[in-house]
């Protein structure tokens, strides 16, 4: 498992960083890694952790269509910001969806952290669809999720996934102050 999770942290890593840097390419190397990080995060009983891993892969794909058709002379769709009511929106339907996932969990699963677990991969879900859509704000969002997320795996002696979260939390920064360089020059 060590070695599957090392070549998972290595392909999602190159993926997050083309990502945050406007790249394409970013996409079909995330959709690999979260293909990867699927059986890891499955043998781990992070069952949220794995099903999203799952999702990451055809939220991929629509995210790689998703730039590709705004692609015109290879410049991709236009950075925006999230309006307030969008926003609050999305908050409360990652706390809804958090609640009713981590209770499945907590009543038909071995899970051990089935709350964790749920905010954690409901939140990824909901942000992986705003960095789709090309909200700034969701590279604040991933700051946060990957934190908390590299605390977790490190508990769960996912040493290098643990690495990697930390340098995704970093890659985010990097992506928003990108980003919103980008945002400026529209």
Known sequence: MNLIEIIAAIIALLGVLLTARSSILGWPLGIVGAGL???IFIHSVLY???????LYVIFGIYGWWSWNKTTNSKK???VKRLGSRMLILSFLSWILASILCGWFLDNYSQSEVPYLDSILAVGGLLTTYLLAKKYLQNWLFWIAI???SATLFFQRELYAT??????FAAMAIHGYFHWKKEL???
């Open 37 to 39: 990080y699927s059986y």
């Open 48 to 54: 949220a952790e794995g099903v999203l891993q799952s």
């Open 76 to 78: 991709l769709g236009v």
């Open 146 to 148: 990957d934190l908390v």
């Open 162 to 167: 643990s690495v990697l979260y930390i340098a």
């Open 184 to 186: 400026e020059l529209t």
